[in-house]
């Protein structure tokens, strides 16, 4: 009774639902236009909200996360620009779809399907979640220290080409999140006698630095690149053209929950891995893929929104996020006073299924909004570059500025964005960065608790590792990770082929 | 990364800066409390500043092996002059922000980098600068309570002056 009570939160409280409202519309266009990222907006959005309380904070900021992983079809489809890496395989048959005069069809199949694939992950997590939890009581210190080390490190395999590129992230990342006094011994970590660096360096400046200005300033390479005008035809998709994809929608929507559960994954992976599915179990479509073919715009867009709900549930239950969205929503909900994991799930069961209420209307608003309102956003998206750069730049800096009203965090939010700028030039990935930031408390308390009830042995605590099954899966893990990125691994693989 | 990648500009320096920067760091880690105890404060900053270290040789070393990409320079692909000026101009910004204050400072941000990047007339640049300005202003000062550094504006009395227009409002 008192998880319903939660969960229609967000669907009678008229305030908490118009935000929800607000912020699926938002997220819907700042996914969509190219240079604005849902990772960008929640960072930034953060920054305003955190003096509010947590429900309306969470209620503007899971609107927008849903809206904005549908909201980067939209320019796929029409500019044959993903708004968002999870829109990358939407642009390979929605952009053709369009030039043959059918991008409102191309928009009302990916709004129908990706409404069924938030369903999905939304009915996975409130099912998946309570259980996940449960088990994850029964995780020891070190369980949790790998479970972060393998979260880093899945997001930095994952997330670029270079395994060694996405660890240095990672590091760096844990690292800016140790700075500051040591919460158990006041011992000065990085601080270099300079008092304001004391509280830490402030994560939301590292994260609208390394997202929203590192972003902007790669937007400026084409900043006069013109955008390409489409004709809006027919939007709402027939009910019969709903059932015949509904078959691939819901195998579509199986792979993008499981992927999405998974650390260091997301609705890119997500959707990438369901396109492949959908070309093997669809031999012979009406347009080839790659041309224009329906399949390819329904497998992609029902899995990348069904993985929203499966990102959420590594979070919610242990406190470790899928990917960089998922980590600024950890960091949230750390600004909120709440602490994502299995006792939050025991302590405050209400906030989670208040989550699960917020979602399931987010999903319904971006159906709404997704099917209306087309022409208008045409004309939004193709605002220049030269105007909504500068734009992107003062909403970045206002943020930085108003979480404690300091100067110091705007140069840290400059130099992280020039630096994060200067890694996506250079192929190394910013995910774990912020992955690592936000893991590096529970590392830190993680390992000092290991060791110390290990009587500070590091042969104790390895021994204890490999006795333990969870403990065992977990380091094999790593190691798999770790091995799979080596030359031998691949040279092997190469003769066993 | 494969051995086959090629070098970018200014990747071989990117690579030595951070390998030099991390080994910094983590000199700085040891100083927090040397091998004093594996649950020391400076044990997970050293970990992780000896991580960067390797990772940060390992980076340099396949870097410096690559070839460097053909047809690519420096000044065009990698720091253009809009690049150059927006970092530039954010500075500026940031340094301004306290004695102009938020709305001064920020009308002649927009409207000088949609000058620069777009090349727009001045009146369009005014235009579309003051009005996304304001629009910007009372969502997140008015609406969401944001204080900014007023500087020369006296926004007080202004957001005063039009309070005590709509008294029902207040």
Known sequence: MQALNAFLIPILDLQLLGLVAIGTFAGIYVGAIPGLSVT????????FTFKWDVYPALSLMIGIFMGGVYGGSRTAILLNIPGAPAAIATALDGYPMAKRGEAGEAIGITTVMSFFGGFMGIIALAVAAPLVSEFALKFQPRDYMLLAVLGILL???????????????????ILIGTVGLDPL????????????????ISFIAVMIGMFGISEALMQLHDVNKAAVKQKISRIVPSWGTVVKYLPLSLQSGSIGVIIGALPGTGGDIAALMAYDHAKRVTPNPEVPFGEGAREGLVAPETANNAAVGGAFIPMMTLGIPGDAVTAIMIGALFIHGLNPGPMLMIEKPDMFWFIVGALTMANCFMLLFGLTGIKVFVKIVEMPRSVLIPLI??????GAYAVNGSLSDVYWM????????????????LGPVILGVILSRLLD???????????????????????SPLSALLLLSVLAIVLSKTKLWRRWRGQAA | MSDARVRRPGEAAFAVIITAFSGFLLWTAYRISGFEALSSPGALPMASAATMVVSAVMIAAQTLRSKPADGQSLRRDIMPMPIVLTIVMVGAYALLLKPLGFLPTSFLFVAILIRVLGGQGIVFCATVSASS?????IVFRVIFNVI????????????????RLWPAGQ
């Not at chain 1, 997001?155 to 990342?173: E, M, P, Q, R």
């Not at chain 1, 730049?393 to 206002?398: C, E, R, T």
């Open chain 1, 40 to 47: 960008m907006a929640v960072s930034i959005l953060i920054s």
């Open chain 1, 155 to 173: 997001v930095g395999s994952l997330s670029g080409d270079s395994l060694v590129k996405g660890v240095f992230a990672g590091a760096l990342g």
């Open chain 1, 185 to 200: 011994t006041m011992a000065d970590r990085f601080t270099f006698q300079m008092p304001e660096l004391r509280g830490g």
């Open chain 1, 393 to 398: 730049f003062l909403l970045s800096i206002v």
């Open chain 1, 414 to 429: 400059l130099a992280f964005g020039v630096l994060g700028y200067f890694m996506k030039l250079y192929g190394y990935q």
């Open chain 1, 445 to 467: 308390d993680n390992w000092r608790r290991a060791i110390i009830s290990d009587q500070e042995s590091l042969w104790l605590l390895l021994k204890g590792t490999v006795t």
């Open chain 2, 133 to 137: 300005i304001l629009l910007i202003y």
């Open chain 2, 148 to 163: 900014m550094p007023e500087g020369i504006v006296p926004e007080r009395e202004i957001l005063a002056f039009f309070g």
